[in-house]
């Protein structure tokens, strides 16, 4: 009965708002992506706007202007053809690795499956016209074709943190020494070789992205998109073009970083509307309540499974959980709990957000994901870090240099250490108290994230594409931008004028070294 009232007032509220028809392509089938991403669309058509979501996951009971086309959901292992590894294991995974076989590789195979889909090949064939696309930014850069296809002004959102390419490709400044390239672990990145690592990885990443994989995406474009229009840009053109950039991070936790006005800080959409309907069971619930002494609550994310814990490692943590007064809710992906202490439940999902909102969890014991460190923030949770891959070792020390978390190297993890990194969060105050100090800071906006987002979208729309929030440095070769041709100018010119002084010297040395050898001949003759 309140989904067909909530209905009938979009509706009727329809006619009487400036609605826009948007496209909104978030295809990425990870359940991440998605709980950050999909608040976006819901609240575009909560506020009448017409949209259409490309997506990998239903939304049930969606407003009737929420119109979905969902791709067959399949996991990159099985698009690339590899058997799924155990997470656990990409700990040994260097940077250069990752993004050549995972990001590279895994982006091109799910972007052709994307866009060969029946679902968006036959959404290609309908006569459509959009205001606006919006695209999520990650590994399917083919997408942004979309904008073009359909003549509409791009926006690009990312559930990271930061997209150290996009900056570059928009003339964003870079700020190397404080601001990290997303998914390289650097234990002290302020550091001289902190610093050097970033900056070589920042470059091979846009070097490799720019030159190699922008162009095989092109080619997946032209291949499954037909009938673009000529003359076709290139993706990087495209990308440079974007109207607005949304990303997940906030200065009040992450490092405040300079920005041109059309990037704008969104950190912590998800937590403001939950992507799926949480509900907390009344049982969960009942145990939340009773437990007074505190509950340890443990999630290595919807892709790394803790069943999947080396046999050491998760000997070593059942033994340490198991001992402590604390109830402990644990995301336990198989059915194989047999050996569980009494004191330790295990669920293959928890509602994390609700979870996390209650008063009596006392410590998060996660990977670092992006989301999940959010929503600890969010609720001022303190953390101990098992970081895996990805930006999470980032994000983690953070949490650690805000006071408020611990981490745990993966090859760290035995029953000494991992005790003592327990307990030293537990038993000290001072990490619960930084935490509710920093979630009073991450809350305290203007505005929150989901009203920034949609603001901006907004004015986007009003503004008819709002060009003018764009640097001109997109239109500069990148040498005049960094004002290179310049510099260079400057040191030709001193170099110059030095050359000119040391000869002009010389020239003058030798002119009265003979001078006074002249006179003494004459004298002697």
């Known amino acids: 009965m309140t989904l067909c009232i909530r209905e009938c007032i979009i509706l009727l509220c329809l006619p009487f708002c400036e609605a826009a028809n948007i496209l909104y392509v978030v295809p990425v089938s990870s359940r991440s992506h998605d709980i950050f991403l999909r608040p976006i669309g819901l609240e575009l058509a909560n506020r009448g706007h017409n949209v259409t979501v490309i997506t990998s996951f239903d939304v049930p009971n969606s407003p009737p202007n929420y119109h979905k086309v969902v791709v067959e959901r399949k996991e990159i292992w099985d698009l690339m053809g590899t058997a799924r590894p155990n997470l656990f294991e990409t700990t040994k995974i260097s940077t250069i690795n990752l993004i050549n076989t995972i990001l590279w590789k895994a982006g091109l195979?799910?972007?052709?499956?994307?866009?060969?889909?029946?679902?968006?090949?036959?959404?290609?064939?309908?006569?459509?016209?959009?205001?606006?696309?919006?695209?999520?930014?990650?590994?399917?850069?083919?997408?942004?074709?979309?904008?073009?296809?359909?003549?509409?002004?791009?926006?690009?959102?990312?559930?990271?943190?930061?997209?150290?390419?996009?900056?570059?490709?928009v003339g964003n400044p870079l700020q190397l020494a404080t601001i990290q390239y997303e998914f390289v672990p650097i234990e002290s990145p302020k550091s001289f070789t902190g610093r050097m690592k970033n900056l070589f990885i920042s470059i091979y990443e846009y070097v490799s992205w720019r030159f190699w994989y922008l162009k095989q995406q092109e080619i997946l474009a032209k291949k499954y998109i037909k009938d673009l229009p000529e003359p076709v840009p290139n993706l990087y053109d495209i990308e440079k073009n974007a109207v607005l950039f949304l990303v997940n991070r906030h200065f009040s936790f992450n490092e405040p970083m300079a920005y041109l006005p059309n990037i704008i800080e969104i950190g912590g959409l998800h937590t403001t509307m939950n992507a799926e309907p949480e509900i907390l069971s009344k049982e969960m619930e009942k145990v939340l309540n009773e437990s007074t002494n505190g509950v340890v609550y443990i999630?290595?994310?919807?892709?790394?499974?803790?069943?999947?814990?080396?046999?050491?490692?998760?000997?070593?943590?059942?033994?340490?959980?198991?001992?402590?007064?604390?109830?402990?809710?644990?995301?336990?992906?198989?059915?194989?709990?047999?050996?569980?202490?009494?004191?330790?439940?295990?669920?293959?999902?928890?509602?994390?957000?609700?979870?996390?909102?209650?008063?009596?969890?006392?410590?998060?014991?996660?990977?670092?994901?992006?989301?999940?460190?959010?929503?600890?923030?969010?609720?001022?949770?303190?953390?101990?870090?098992?970081?895996?891959?990805?930006?999470?070792?980032?994000?983690?020390?953070?949490?650690?240099?805000?006071g408020f978390g611990e981490i745990l190297n993966f090859n760290d993890i035995d029953e000494a250490s991992t005790e003592r990194a327990i307990k030293d969060i537990l038993e000290k105050e001072t990490y619960m108290l930084k935490a509710k100090e920093v979630s009073k800071i991450f809350r305290d906006r203007p505005m929150n994230p989901l009203e920034t987002a949609m603001f901006w979208i907004e004015y986007v729309i009003r503004n008819n594409g709002s060009n003018h929030l764009k640097s001109s440095a997109i239109d500069m070769h990148w040498t005049a931008f960094n004002m290179l041709d310049v510099y260079a100018f400057i040191v030709i010119t001193f170099v110059a004028i030095a050359f000119l002084a040391v000869k002009l010297l010389i020239v003058l040395s030798n002119k009265l070294r003979f001078r006074r050898v002249l006179p003494k001949k004459q004298k002697r003759s």
């Open 299 to 402: 999630n290595f994310g919807s892709n790394v499974k803790s069943s999947e814990l080396p046999a050491d490692k998760k000997n070593a943590f059942i033994s340490i959980l198991g001992r402590l007064k604390y109830t402990v809710l644990w995301k336990w992906e198989n059915d194989r709990t047999e050996d569980m202490p009494h004191n330790i439940i295990t669920r293959k999902w928890f509602p994390q957000h609700k979870i996390l909102a209650h008063p009596n969890i006392k410590l998060f014991i996660g990977h670092g994901g992006a989301m999940s460190t959010q929503e600890a923030v969010y609720h001022g949770v303190p953390i101990l870090g098992v970081p895996i891959y990805a930006d999470q070792y980032n994000n983690l020390l953070l949490t650690k240099e805000a």
């Open 109 to 169: 195979a799910l972007t052709e499956h994307i866009l060969n889909s029946t679902e968006v090949q036959d959404f290609l064939k309908q006569d459509n016209n959009y205001d606006l696309v919006i695209c999520e930014t990650f590994v399917q850069d083919a997408i942004y074709y979309f904008s073009h296809r359909y003549n509409a002004p791009l926006v690009l959102v990312t559930p990271f943190g930061n997209c150290m390419r996009h900056n570059i490709a």
